[in-house]
């Protein structure tokens, strides 16, 4: 007995949502890169179809293939992202990677010295002004 195997049509909203999740983007995040809002990608991730021209947008954005949302699977995802980890060379710029040019410790340590110097200054204004005040009280006497 034959069974027959019954096709469910591709849900590209659905598609869009996982392949989305798989690569770690938020929802925000994309709709900031879109220049749209969160519930508009909510929206679409709910919708069934979409046009080609949306697709290919949210395609570019998460760095991706339209062909690559339209066939989606996890299997497939996880493969393609940990290849897309492998070959990554430095920075990633292409979806919502963040690339750092300054090593945030140096930053953290570069504003901690800043407010370091600000406390010595304000301490050596404040001892010559104690120190003017005291020699002011001693020439009256």
Same mark, same amino acid.
């Given at each position: 007995?034959?069974?027959?195997?019954?096709?469910?049509?591709?849900?590209?909203?659905?598609?869009?949502?996982?392949?989305?999740?798989?690569?770690?983007?938020?929802?925000?995040? *994309?709709?900031?890169? *879109?220049?749209?809002?969160?519930?508009?990608? /909510?929206?679409?991730?709910?919708?069934?179809?979409?046009? %080609?021209?949306? *697709?290919?947008?949210?395609?570019?954005?998460?760095?991706?293939?339209?062909?690559?949302?339209?066939?989606?699977?996890?299997?497939?995802?996880?493969?393609?992202?940990?290849? *897309?980890?492998?070959?990554?060379?430095?920075?990633?710029?292409?979806?919502?990677? +963040?690339?750092?040019?300054?090593?945030?410790?140096? %930053?953290?340590?570069?504003?901690?010295?800043?407010?370091?110097?600000?406390?010595?200054?304000? +301490?050596?204004?404040?001892?010559?002004?104690?120190?003017? %005040?005291? /020699?002011?009280?001693?020439?009256?006497?």
């Amino acid at each position: 007995m034959e069974t027959a195997v019954r096709k469910r049509p591709i849900h590209l909203g659905d598609h869009v949502r996982r392949m989305r999740t798989a690569l770690g983007v938020k929802q925000a995040s *994309l709709a900031s890169e *879109l220049g749209t809002t969160q519930q508009n990608i /909510s929206r679409i991730e709910q919708e069934e179809e979409m046009d %080609k021209a949306t *697709l290919e947008r949210i395609a570019k954005a998460l760095g991706v293939t339209p062909e690559a949302i339209e066939n989606f699977t996890e299997e497939g995802a996880m493969f393609n992202v940990q290849t *897309l980890h492998d070959n990554a060379s430095g920075n990633l710029t292409s979806g919502n990677f +963040n690339s750092y040019t300054f090593n945030p410790i140096d %930053k953290i340590v570069e504003l901690y010295d800043a407010l370091l110097k600000s406390e010595r200054e304000k +301490n050596e204004l404040l001892e010559k002004l104690m120190r003017e %005040k005291e /020699s002011n009280s001693a020439s009256r006497v």
